[in-house]
């Protein structure tokens, strides 16, 4: 056995008692803090249960004709959402599918700033890196737990929780591709007379975008990847599904809720993927073929 | 003519200008002053003399080379100008302004208005249309929309890419795409145009149509051209004076003919021995000046002695003209073939 050198209780109680000391002084604070996320999350959730199920097929099956203008991938995501209705998970595809939209929606506006002022500060990266890997490194319940004693069970805990862990692979390929423009263009530009906003957003956002958008990509399949840990704390949706499954051992249930959560996957990754290489084949960058 | 430009105004002049690159420049700066090479302050202190104690005088109108092999520090020397990179010590004035004393304002100002830059590897924007690219430098300016998509158009046109303007960058070919550069330089109309070894990149044969156009062009816009290039023969081919780098530091300085006719070091001498010298001469240097009875046969001053060789099958006597079309001189086969002759190296 490792020998005792500290005692480490007095630690750990100043931890709990930390935390318990937030929870009662701040907790109604933190809770009107989120209360605009929680809007965001019913607004979108609301919008999308109340939209008629032949609407939604149409227009994701439109949106993926226009990322890709022929006509496999639209067969792909009609058979996708066809299955969801199918399968009586419509309503829960739905809430999961708000749940993954909103946690997308602020991790792009919290990663896309952050990305960018990374991109411009080496130190700056060397603070924010390790934060990252924190963030998609620790164990989700470890975080999972205090904000639901902040919060309280629901879905604020549970959009909060996906988004620590979907957004930092947008922060990261929004600085690699800020920074991985080609310096000849960048040294152009500076040539002109370019202020650094006029390059950020005439140059290097523009031709850094294909690479943000696989950042996109990355983080809806990891809001995705949430669904399951999320419902556990009150956000519903097919991860309640799965859930309810397995603790009432009914397998065919938590089978296709999951085989649910794959269809919804395929349908965002395809989206976004060919989205992304329609971008990359407009800058030019796919030249060699 | 580089003659006609001695007393004219100096667009740009470098004064003892010097690049080291390193975490402490200063240090090494003090080394290079004792009067250390290149080589033995690297050795010291690892860092890179880019550019040791470069002076230009640079006159308006003028297309002024700079010479050098790869590492000779001649792209440093150009991004100075603009000042893409902050000399460690020295002076440039450009018509008179001290860059290097430019706020960051007056810096881009400076850039959006007074200096462009065409670059080696074109350096265009590819999300951007022909158009798009070349009415770039005067979006950044502030021009509005219709104007300088007209101003574009128009410059599209003088370089020969009409029917390109909505192509994408990435659909053209290498000389197509200089060309865009080219455009979106001039499409600034700035005084001074930086190219930095604008035509390396390209084809022999385009390269050469290219270096025709440029001397072209310039004989309308009477621009101040710094032009870098690794290549003797395109140095010769267009420049009004050369400058002659190596290890950061300036060799020779002169006209083509100068340079050729009296290389000053065995550096030089060794580029001059490659070169093509017929083109390099031009017969107003070699001439019998003064008048003389008139010659079937005559050209004009700017001939080189390659364009004069094809005439001796006919004639004895070729006259040299000026631009009026008055006789100025004569060359004989015989002066032409001395001139050639006495710079090969065993020979004279």
Redesign the interface.
């Given at each position: 056995m490792f020998p005792q050198l500290i005692d480490t209780r007095p630690w750990r109680r100043a931890v709990d008692d930390g935390l318990n000391w937030v929870v009662r002084n701040w907790g109604g604070t933190f809770e009107a803090a989120a209360y605009p996320l929680l809007m965001l999350l019913k607004a979108i959730e609301d919008l999308l249960v109340a939209t008629p199920w032949w609407l939604i097929i149409a227009l994701l099956t439109g949106i993926a004709w226009l990322a890709t203008r022929r006509w496999q991938l639209p067969a792909v995501v009609f058979a996708a959402l066809m299955f969801l209705g199918i399968m009586d998970l419509w309503k829960d595809a739905m809430t999961t599918m708000a749940l993954m939209i909103a946690a997308t929606l602020t991790a792009i506006l919290i990663s896309i700033p952050v990305g960018v002022w990374m991109s411009r500060s080496i130190n700056l990266r060397q603070v924010i890196t390790p934060i990252l890997d924190l963030m998609q490194t620790l164990p989700s319940f470890v975080y999972l737990i205090p904000t639901v004693m902040i919060f309280g069970p629901g879905k604020i805990p549970a959009l909060i929780a996906t988004i620590v862990y979907a957004a930092p692979p947008l922060v990261r390929l929004t600085d690699l591709g800020l920074r991985s423009v080609d310096p000849a263009v960048m040294e152009a530009s500076r040539a002109f007379g370019t202020n650094p906003r006029q390059r950020l957003f005439g140059v290097q956002i523009p031709l850094a975008l294909p690479t943000i958008l696989a950042g996109v990509n990355q983080t809806t399949m990891m809001a995705l990847s949430m669904v399951v840990i999320a419902s556990m704390i009150g956000a519903g949706g097919l991860g309640y599904q799965v859930l309810q499954g397995i603790g009432r051992l009914e397998v065919s249930r938590g089978l296709f809720a999951g085989l649910g959560i794959v269809a919804l996957a395929i349908v965002f990754d395809r989206i976004t993927q060919a989205f992304g290489r329609q971008l990359q084949a407009r800058i030019g960058l796919q030249e060699a073929r | 003519m580089a003659e006609l430009n001695e007393n004219a105004e100096l667009a740009i002049a470098m004064r003892g200008v010097t690049k080291i690159f390193g975490p402490d420049p200063q240090a090494a700066l003090a080394l290079l002053k004792a009067g250390k090479s290149k080589a033995e302050v690297q050795a010291e202190t690892n860092h890179v003399v880019g550019l040791d104690n470069v002076s230009l005088d640079i006159a308006a109108g003028q297309i002024f080379v700079v010479m050098g092999l790869s590492g000779s520090g001649k792209s440093t020397l150009i991004r100075h100008v603009?000042r893409?990179i902050e000399p460690t010590a020295g002076e440039i004035l450009v018509h008179g302004d001290d860059v290097l004393k430019m706020s960051r304002d007056a810096?881009?100002?400076?850039?959006?208005?007074k200096?462009?830059?065409v670059?080696q590897?074109?350096?265009?924007?590819?999300?951007r249309s022909v158009i798009d690219n070349v009415a770039?430098?005067l979006e950044?300016?502030g021009v509005g929309r219709k104007v300088r998509l007209e101003t574009a158009a128009k410059w599209i046109e003088t370089v020969g890419l009409a029917g390109y303007e909505n192509s994408?960058?990435?659909q053209l070919s290498g000389g197509q795409q200089q060309r865009v550069g080219l455009a979106r330089a001039l499409s600034?109309d700035a005084d001074i145009i930086?190219m930095d070894e604008a035509f390396s990149a390209l084809d022999p044969l385009i390269r050469s149509g290219m270096q025709d156009e440029l001397i072209t062009l310039q004989k309308s816009l009477h621009k101040t051209i710094l032009f870098i290039t690794h290549d003797f023969d395109e140095a010769l081919k267009i420049g009004d004076r050369i400058a002659v780098l190596k290890d950061g530091a300036v060799q020779q300085e002169g006209k083509p003919e100068d340079i050729v006719l009296r290389p000053a070091n065995e550096h030089i001498e060794e580029f001059v021995r490659e070169v093509n010298k017929a083109r390099a001469i031009h017969v107003r240097s070699i001439m019998e000046r003064g008048v003389t009875e008139p010659c079937e046969q005559a050209v004009s001053m700017d001939a080189r002695c390659e364009d004069v060789l094809p005439l001796f099958a006919e004639h004895q006597w070729v006259g040299v003209v000026d631009g009026e079309g008055n006789q100025i001189g004569r060359v004989t086969a015989k002066q032409v073939i001395k001139a050639l002759a006495r710079h090969t190296p065993g020979v004279g």
């Amino acid at each position: 056995m490792f020998p005792q050198l500290i005692d480490t209780r007095p630690w750990r109680r100043a931890v709990d008692d930390g935390l318990n000391w937030v929870v009662r002084n701040w907790g109604g604070t933190f809770e009107a803090a989120a209360y605009p996320l929680l809007m965001l999350l019913k607004a979108i959730e609301d919008l999308l249960v109340a939209t008629p199920w032949w609407l939604i097929i149409a227009l994701l099956t439109g949106i993926a004709w226009l990322a890709t203008r022929r006509w496999q991938l639209p067969a792909v995501v009609f058979a996708a959402l066809m299955f969801l209705g199918i399968m009586d998970l419509w309503k829960d595809a739905m809430t999961t599918m708000a749940l993954m939209i909103a946690a997308t929606l602020t991790a792009i506006l919290i990663s896309i700033p952050v990305g960018v002022w990374m991109s411009r500060s080496i130190n700056l990266r060397q603070v924010i890196t390790p934060i990252l890997d924190l963030m998609q490194t620790l164990p989700s319940f470890v975080y999972l737990i205090p904000t639901v004693m902040i919060f309280g069970p629901g879905k604020i805990p549970a959009l909060i929780a996906t988004i620590v862990y979907a957004a930092p692979p947008l922060v990261r390929l929004t600085d690699l591709g800020l920074r991985s423009v080609d310096p000849a263009v960048m040294e152009a530009s500076r040539a002109f007379g370019t202020n650094p906003r006029q390059r950020l957003f005439g140059v290097q956002i523009p031709l850094a975008l294909p690479t943000i958008l696989a950042g996109v990509n990355q983080t809806t399949m990891m809001a995705l990847s949430m669904v399951v840990i999320a419902s556990m704390i009150g956000a519903g949706g097919l991860g309640y599904q799965v859930l309810q499954g397995i603790g009432r051992l009914e397998v065919s249930r938590g089978l296709f809720a999951g085989l649910g959560i794959v269809a919804l996957a395929i349908v965002f990754d395809r989206i976004t993927q060919a989205f992304g290489r329609q971008l990359q084949a407009r800058i030019g960058l796919q030249e060699a073929r | 003519m580089a003659e006609l430009n001695e007393n004219a105004e100096l667009a740009i002049a470098m004064r003892g200008v010097t690049k080291i690159f390193g975490p402490d420049p200063q240090a090494a700066l003090a080394l290079l002053k004792a009067g250390k090479s290149k080589a033995e302050v690297q050795a010291e202190t690892n860092h890179v003399v880019g550019l040791d104690n470069v002076s230009l005088d640079i006159a308006a109108g003028q297309i002024f080379v700079v010479m050098g092999l790869s590492g000779s520090g001649k792209s440093t020397l150009i991004r100075h100008v603009n000042r893409l990179i902050e000399p460690t010590a020295g002076e440039i004035l450009v018509h008179g302004d001290d860059v290097l004393k430019m706020s960051r304002d007056a810096l881009r100002s400076y850039r959006r208005t007074k200096v462009a830059m065409v670059f080696q590897k074109f350096g265009l924007l590819p999300h951007r249309s022909v158009i798009d690219n070349v009415a770039y430098g005067l979006e950044v300016r502030g021009v509005g929309r219709k104007v300088r998509l007209e101003t574009a158009a128009k410059w599209i046109e003088t370089v020969g890419l009409a029917g390109y303007e909505n192509s994408q960058p990435r659909q053209l070919s290498g000389g197509q795409q200089q060309r865009v550069g080219l455009a979106r330089a001039l499409s600034m109309d700035a005084d001074i145009i930086l190219m930095d070894e604008a035509f390396s990149a390209l084809d022999p044969l385009i390269r050469s149509g290219m270096q025709d156009e440029l001397i072209t062009l310039q004989k309308s816009l009477h621009k101040t051209i710094l032009f870098i290039t690794h290549d003797f023969d395109e140095a010769l081919k267009i420049g009004d004076r050369i400058a002659v780098l190596k290890d950061g530091a300036v060799q020779q300085e002169g006209k083509p003919e100068d340079i050729v006719l009296r290389p000053a070091n065995e550096h030089i001498e060794e580029f001059v021995r490659e070169v093509n010298k017929a083109r390099a001469i031009h017969v107003r240097s070699i001439m019998e000046r003064g008048v003389t009875e008139p010659c079937e046969q005559a050209v004009s001053m700017d001939a080189r002695c390659e364009d004069v060789l094809p005439l001796f099958a006919e004639h004895q006597w070729v006259g040299v003209v000026d631009g009026e079309g008055n006789q100025i001189g004569r060359v004989t086969a015989k002066q032409v073939i001395k001139a050639l002759a006495r710079h090969t190296p065993g020979v004279g």
